[in-house]
């Protein structure tokens, strides 16, 4: 039997689909697993989210340099980090249906924590557990698999076409380092900054936009002294939180942290912190932060045979920097925000699910209504409203008269609209509307001339 949870996690998926947020990607050939396809509002609301990491860690800093990387780069990047060999899942095969499962989340479902287990040991603990496949048949050995998805470029079809969809929009921004210290001098320490999409050929990708093939990844590479790295790792740890929290909308309730201990840690990084989210399904990683060293622009510097160093003028000494790496996927944060505001709740009669969006993600601002669709006088003049609006706040308002005015309110809160702009016959004669708080369902009547205001004011 389905849990609370789960079908909480239902009503969500169907919301979206239902109001234009998120599609099954490629739905009408029967939908590709781990693709997902953002409709108008999900567009507005990752919009949103995107422009306020951007706003937050690069406009309103002075020592981060955005920069937008190519999604295929040469396959030597990929051989310098060690992605060729190592960027593996531990994955088991069903003998009878051929279907592949992770073998780490096969034993976390049986009670047995796979933390820091080699592949043997994975393997040793499944057999000796004598585990099935979900399908109840019997598993093979368990063995790595590459989640890199290959491709080729040009017209030459040999091993040297080879080339990979980025995993981590991260290298782009290693690779850029030089670019960017030659072009704008920087002095420790900064940061390069990159939102882009990235490709990871999931074992079982799944729970919705949680686990994609094709994500998007909001990234930071920040170059700092190696003795500063455990003050600068705590600050980052801290931004993250303020962002998640008084920036996004996330409520701190749900937010918890998880270090990796050593075994669990890549092998290039110091130290990792999981910023968790308890979505429907548990608590799971939504933002990491990571201690990687001097690890990748060694590594590039080996590889390529060009430097990747910093000089530092008063030393007169060059070196690699360190680096602490804030990454986050744009889709954990909407999946997240969306698990976050949705409420079930009782209005009048009747009963309404909403979000509870933050007006700050929230897709469409506010909603402007002409009391009566069928009075010209009132329609005029909802239109003129919402023509002022639009000048200030584009797509991110909507002009409504389809059906009655509760169920105008209705389909606005499911959309986690939080202001409603009511156009009366009242506002014919001195200019006034009434304004309806999409939680409380209250009214004020407010002087057209202070909209904007209001509206610039709870974003
Ligand atoms: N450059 C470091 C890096 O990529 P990661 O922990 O593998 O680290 C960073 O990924 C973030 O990207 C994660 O915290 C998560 O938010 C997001 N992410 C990773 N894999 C994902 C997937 N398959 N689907 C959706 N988001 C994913």
Redesign the pocket.
Known sequence: MASEKDKIMENIISLAKRRGFIFQGSEIYGGLAGTWDYGPLGVGLKKNIRDLWWKTFVDDSDDMYGIDAAVLMNSKVWEATGHVATFTDPLVEDVKTKKRYRADHLLEENGVNPNGMSLSQMDAEIKSHKLKSPDGNMLGDVRHFNMMFQTKVGATDDSSSVVYLRP?T?QGMFVNFKNVIDSFHPKLPFGLAQIGK?F?N?IT?GNF?????E?E?M?IEYFIREEEWAGQFNSWLGRIKEFLVKIIGLSADHLSEYEHSDEERSFYSKKTV?ILFDYPFGAK????L?YRTDYDLKKHGEYSSVPLEYFDEKEGKRFSPHVI?P???V??IVLAVLCDAYREDQMGDEKRAYLKLSPKVAPIKAAIFPLLKNKPELVNKARDVYKLLKSDFHSSVMFDDNGNIGKRYRRQDEIGTPFCITIDFETLSDDTVTLRDRDSGKQERIKISELTVLLKKSL
């Open positions: 981590e991260a990235a990871r999931e990708p936009i949680f686990r994609l093939r994500l990844q990234e999981d990683e939504l933002y990491g990571a790496e990454a986050v996927g889709d954990r």
